[in-house]
C-alpha cells in the first residue's frame, strides 16, 4: 500500500459541503420568496440534512435567508451555542420537553396542542420572558398540528397565556402534504383553511397580527401565491429539486460523496467477487477495492445496481455492498485496463457536471427520495464531513 501520505492528509471517505453552491440555492430561494415579499427560513434540521447545521446556517444567514428552521429543540440550541442569533423556529416536542432553556435562548416554537403550549408557557415561567409561539393548524396532513376541532379551544389557551404575559403569538402555519404536485388540489383545500385558521386567530388573540407560512421548497419554486409572509425550504437549500425538473430549477447540489481506491488487483475467470458470489468473473479481470460500505451510508441493496465515477467514467459495483467495501469492475484484464492505481478518486454521488450519479440518481435505485439519500450518509461518524466555497 502506498498511501499513507495520503490518508493523513484525505479522509477515507468524505461527504464534501460546496458552500458556494449553498450560497447559490439560498441566493435563488430568497430571491423568488422577495418577489412575492416573503422572507426566507433555511431549513436545517437533521443536521442540515446531513450536510452540517451550523456551516449551513451561517451560509444561508450570508445569502439571503434570514430565518432558521429545525425540528427539535437540541437542534436549536447547537445554533445558539455556535453564535448564531437569527431567528429560529424548532417545531416538535414533547409536552413534558424542558422549554426554558429555549425561551431564554429566543428560540421560537410551534405549538401544536394545549398539553404543548402548557409546557411552553411553563418554560416562559422558568425563563421569565415570554415565549414566541407559531401556532400550527393541521390543514390536512394529519401528521403534526392542531385539528381544526380542537383549534378554538387552543386559541382560547393561547389568549389566556398571551394576556398573561407568557406567550407572544408569531405565527399561524401548517405543511402541505402534497407540494411536489403544484396543482394538486389538496394544496388549494390546505391554503384555504390556513387562512381560515388564520382569520380566527386574528380575530380571538389581541397582540400585532401573525404571519402566515406553509411553503416548503416545493411550493417556494412552484407557487408564489402560497409564499405569504415567510417560506421554509429545507430540500431546495442543498440543491436538491423536490421536483425533478430537467433543469433542476437551477438548483446546485451541495454534497459530493467520495472516497480513493484501496487497492487494485487482477482475478481469474470463474473466481465470485464478495460474500455470496453474487458476480462471478466472466474472464480474467482487474478490480478496485472502493473502502466503503454500508456502514457509512451505501445501503446494501445498491450492490449490482449502483456505478461509481472512477478513472474519468462510470463503472459498476461488482457483487455485494459489504459493511466495509465494495468491489469496482475495472473490465478484462485482456482489454483496455484504465490506469487506476491506490488512491485514486471515487466519487460515489455528486452534483453531476463530470458524469458521476447524483443523489437524485441513487434516490432512483433505491426507489426513494434524495432527502433519505443525504440524509442517511452526511451523519454518519466515519464519513468525514468537509467544506468547499467561502464559508462566512
Ligand atoms: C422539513 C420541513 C420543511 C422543509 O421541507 P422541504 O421539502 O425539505 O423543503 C418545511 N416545513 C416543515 C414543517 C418541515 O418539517
Not at 397580527?209 to 425550504?233: E, K, Q
Not at 454534497?255 to 458476480?279: C, D, N, P, Q
Amino acid at each position: 500500500m502506498t498511501t499513507t501520505v495520503r490518508r493523513a492528509t484525505r479522509p477515507r471517505v468524505e461527504a464534501r459541503v460546496d458552500l458556494d453552491a449553498l450560497a447559490h440555492n439560498v441566493g435563488l430561494l430568497a430571491g423568488l420568496a422577495r418577489g412575492s415579499g416573503a422572507a426566507t427560513m433555511a431549513v436545517v434540521k437533521a443536521d442540515g440534512y446531513g450536510h452540517g447545521a451550523v456551516d449551513v446556517a451561517r451560509t444561508a444567514l450570508a445569502s439571503g435567508a434570514t430565518w432558521l428552521g429545525v425540528c427539535t429543540l437540541e437542534e436549536a440550541a447547537e445554533l445558539r451555542a455556535a453564535g448564531i442569533r437569527a431567528p429560529v423556529l424548532s417545531w416538535l416536542h414533547l409536552p413534558d420537553e424542558d422549554f426554558a432553556p429555549a425561551v431564554a435562548d429566543e428560540v421560537d416554537l410551534g405549538v401544536s396542542s394545549r398539553a404543548e403550549l402548557e409546557g411552553v408557557v411553563a418554560g416562559a415561567g422558568r425563563a421569565g420572558r415570554p415565549a414566541r409561539v407559531h401556532l400550527k393548524i393541521d390543514t390536512g396532513l394529519s401528521r403534526n398540528g392542531c385539528p381544526p376541532e380542537a383549534w378554538g379551544d387552543l386559541l382560547d389557551a393561547v389568549e389566556a397565556a398571551r394576556l398573561a404575559g407568557d406567550v407572544e403569538v408569531a405565527a399561524v402555519w401548517s405543511h402541505l402534504a402534497h407540494a411536489d404536485a403544484p396543482a394538486h388540489p389538496t394544496i388549494d383545500v390546505q391554503a384555504t383553511r390556513l387562512d381560515g385558521a388564520w382569520r380566527t386567530a386574528a380575530e380571538r388573540l389581541g397582540g400585532p397580527r401573525p404571519w402566515r407560512h406553509l411553503a416548503n421548497s416545493a411550493a417556494t419554486l412552484t407557487r408564489p401565491d402560497l409564499h405569504l409572509d415567510l417560506v421554509r425550504p429545507g430540500i431546495a437549500v442543498y440543491g436538491l429539486d423536490p421536483l425533478d425538473a430537467p433543469d433542476g430549477h437551477g438548483l446546485r447540489p451541495v454534497m459530493t460523496f467520495r472516497t480513493h481506491v484501496a487497492l487494485v488487483k487482477r482475478i481469474a475467470a470463474g473466481e465470485g467477487v464478495s460474500y455470496g458470489h453474487e458476480w462471478v468473473a466472466p474472464d480474467d479481470r482487474v478490480l478496485a477495492l472502493v473502502p466503503t460500505g454500508y456502514a457509512d451510508g451505501v445501503p446494501r441493496r445498491l450492490g449490482g445496481m449502483m456505478t461509481v465515477q472512477l478513472a474519468g467514467r462510470r463503472r459498476p459495483v461488482v457483487g455485494r455492498v459489504c459493511m466495509d467495501q465494495v468491489v469496482v469492475d475495472l473490465g478484462p484484464a485482456a482489454g483496455d485496463v484504465p490506469p487506476v492505481a491506490p488512491g485514486d478518486e471515487v466519487v460515489l454521488f455528486g452534483a453531476g457536471d463530470a458524469g458521476e450519479p447524483t443523489a437524485a440518481e441513487w434516490a432512483r435505485w433505491l426507489d426513494t427520495i434524495h432527502y433519505e439519500v443525504v440524509t442517511g450518509v452526511g451523519c454518519r461518524p466515519r464519513v468525514t464531513r468537509t467544506t468547499a466555497g467561502t464559508s462566512p
